[in-house]
């Protein structure tokens, strides 16, 4: 078993930046591959970025790319997600996951976190 609790959302003004970490505790969190996904009202679930167990391969969705960073500390049992130039579009419930095997891309986690919202104002 794993769980997951995320941090750090807020409101935060077009363009500012937050940081969101995600703790694990459970089973060793070098042997799971991680990724963050949101959800807005009435729309799916989607995929944000993901990364590997060593941290060495990380992916992007395409309109966060060059904005958000993902990262790990597997010694702190860390995942984060550095937002900087953040949107009104990115305003979301922001979700970390974490899955031993499968596709990075959706949202087929085995874990999932309670989330944390994230509200960017124009």
């Known amino acids: 078993q794993v769980q997951l609790v995320e941090s750090g959302g807020g409101l935060v003004q077009s363009g500012g930046s937050l940081r969101l970490s995600c703790a694990a505790s459970?089973?060793?969190?070098?042997?799971?591959?991680n990724g963050w996904f949101r959800q807005a009202p009435g729309k799916e679930r989607e995929f944000v970025a993901g990364?590997?167990?060593?941290?060495?391969?990380?992916w992007y969705a395409d309109s966060v790319k060059g904005r958000f960073t993902i990262s790990r500390q597997n010694a702190k049992r860390t995942i984060y997600l550095q937002m900087n130039s953040l949107k009104p579009e990115d305003t979301a419930a922001y979700y970390c996951?974490?899955?031993?095997?499968?596709?990075?891309?959706?949202?087929?986690?085995?874990?999932w976190g309670q989330g944390t919202q994230v509200t960017v104002s124009s």
């Open positions: 990364i590997n167990w060593s941290g060495g391969s990380t």
């Open positions: 459970g089973r060793t969190l070098s042997t799971l591959v």
């Open positions: 996951a974490a899955q031993p095997r499968g596709s990075i891309f959706t949202p087929d986690y085995e874990y």
